[in-house]
């Protein structure tokens, strides 16, 4: 139960403000907010320290409402949580006089509770509620000015490009019940240590899966709402579209990593889309000059490294990612509104300068925040950034020459499997191999699944075997 209350306590703050937060004098809703989202990161960090938590109560047939605390939930916890109870502190200024203040922070402990609802899930319904639930949350706050066209479209858009990957996620969940039975993550978890059940099938339920994460976290194709989400207040923008919702694709795949290293072409079109949308994001963030709308698009770009780490297998690697992100980017955010604030709601770069004498402290939050940002080194952005290219150069697909391999020497002669790898012909456990060279000559990088082919690069084929990438 005292896992459930994680999530009461601010959907609790939620009921409260909601129905009597107008009757509340600034800055108590505020203050009623923050704290209850305070003492919900003081009871999941106590959980954790205690050695995790489960909840399960009957709901539907055969479906548990079930959560589990464990390392990588309570990882996320304390991200949603902390980062947020932050920024709550921080929205109790920045919203100070608005005619909405109060319905403003039942918004955002409705968004906290989905959101620890989303993470904590060990079934895929329960964890849909929470998907669903941010996804409304972020509805109504990226529209909190709605008496604003133009801020009302925006999140019109963001609602309705968000439905199509979540018919991915349904379409997903409903090939995994068809094959398995169930679709508690523990009990998935389980049954993918036996053989596979019809691999193309399987392959198609990660692929549909993952569409939910591309249009959770603003993956290419449907990164067209993240820039537009950012007509709500700059608090909305650091807490939600910088440190917690859009990065819940990325949980998914984390959470899901039994399921994709067993699917390694899913998980090689994971890397790729990855990559295409780091470089789009980065791109483009050159041709803007709303404030918000460059963190915005360097916030797609963020979001593409992190599953091009999570593509290669580096799971661990893209959940470090999605921690430093979301300190430096909601940093950088926080910078931004104060600079909005300072200049009256003005959000062009191009009548912006010579401010720092007059915003001193945000002018060295918003230089740290834009060099971490940028991997200076020694500061959080260099460690986890450099862990995703390593990785990514590492991992048998890594490297321009593997991509350009991949699509051009498909025929080339197949590499013999390898003696000792923890990886079968289809990624799973159980091989007794390791990469040897081919019995013809190989020139170009290979792979530890025997059907992979040797590309003819520049590169001998890999010896011994990167035995270091075995997700399990």
């Known amino acids: ?53 489960r909840f399960e109560a009957e709901w539907l047939p055969g479906i548990p409402f079930s959560l589990l605390l464990d390392n990588l939930s309570g990882f996320m916890l304390l991200i949603v949580t902390g980062v947020g109870f932050l920024i709550h502190v921080y929205a109790i200024g920045y919203m100070h006089g608005d005619p ?20 904590l899930a060990d079934s895929y319904p329960v964890m849909f509620i929470g ?58 978890k389980e049954a993918m240590e036996g053989p596979l059940r019809n691999p193309s099938l399987l392959a198609l339920a990660g692929l549909l899966l993952f569409l939910g994460a591309v249009g959770k976290s603003a993956q290419i194709p449907l990164m067209v709402w993240l820039p537009d989400a950012m007509a709500g207040p700059t608090p909305v923008s650091a807490l939600i579209h910088a440190a917690t919702m859009v990065t819940a694709g990325v949980y998914l795949i984390a959470r899901s990593s039994f399921l994709y290293s067993a699917l390694p072409d899913v998980s090689y079109t994971i890397a790729v ?13 050159f041709g ?33 990612h999605v921690f430093t992100h979301a300190f430096f980017k909601a940093l950088l955010f926080l910078a931004s509104g104060s600079v909005i604030h300072a200049l009256g709601g003005e959000q062009d770069v191009r009548k912006m300068g010579g401010l720092w004498k007059h915003l001193p402290a945000t002018r060295w939050h ?8 940028g991997g200076l080194p020694l500061l959080s952005g260099f460690w986890s950034k450099d862990a995703i290219l390593t ?33 079968s012909s289809w990624g799973r456990k159980g091989a007794t191999t390791t990469p040897t060279r081919p019995l013809r000559s190989c020139s ?15 590169w001998p084929c890999p010896t011994p075997c990167p035995t270091s990438w075995n997700p399990s």
């Open 444 to 458: 170009g990088p290979t792979t530890s699944w025997p059907w992979a082919r040797c590309w003819q690069a520049t």
């Open 131 to 188: 998907w669903e639930g941010v996804g409304l949350a972020s509805f109504l706050l990226i529209g909190f000015w709605y008496k604003n066209a133009q801020y009302a479209d925006s999140a019109r858009k963001a609602f309705i490009v968000n439905r199509i990957g979540d018919l991915g996620f349904m379409l997903g969940m409903a090939i995994l019940w068809a094959l398995f039975g169930t679709l508690s993550i523990s009990e998935l």
């Open 273 to 285: 889309i990855g990559l295409l949308t780091a470089a789009y994001g980065a791109l483009s963030a």
């Open 366 to 373: 918003g230089l740290i925040g834009a060099l971490a940002l």
């Open 288 to 320: 803007q000059t709303d404030i918000k709308k460059i963190v915005a698009y360097s916030t797609i770009s963020q979001l593409g490294y992190m599953f091009l780490a999570a593509g290669v297998g580096a799971y661990w690697v893209a959940l470090f």
């Open 391 to 423: 990785a990514t150069l590492t991992y048998p697909f890594g490297g321009w020459a593997s991509t350009w391999g991949r699509f051009s020497w498909r025929s080339s002669p197949p590499c013999t499997p390898c003696a000792g790898s923890s990886w």
């Open 100 to 119: 909405g203040f109060s319905r403003f922070f039942a918004y955002f402990n409705f968004f906290i509770a989905m959101m620890l609802t989303l993470v």
């Open 1 to 53: 139960m005292a896992l459930l209350s994680t999530i009461l306590l601010p959907l609790l703050g939620f009921a409260l403000l909601g129905l009597f937060g107008r009757r509340m004098q600034e800055p108590l809703p505020g203050v009623i907010a923050s704290g209850l989202v305070l003492a919900s990161f003081l009871l999941g960090t106590g959980l954790l320290l205690s050695g995790g938590a």
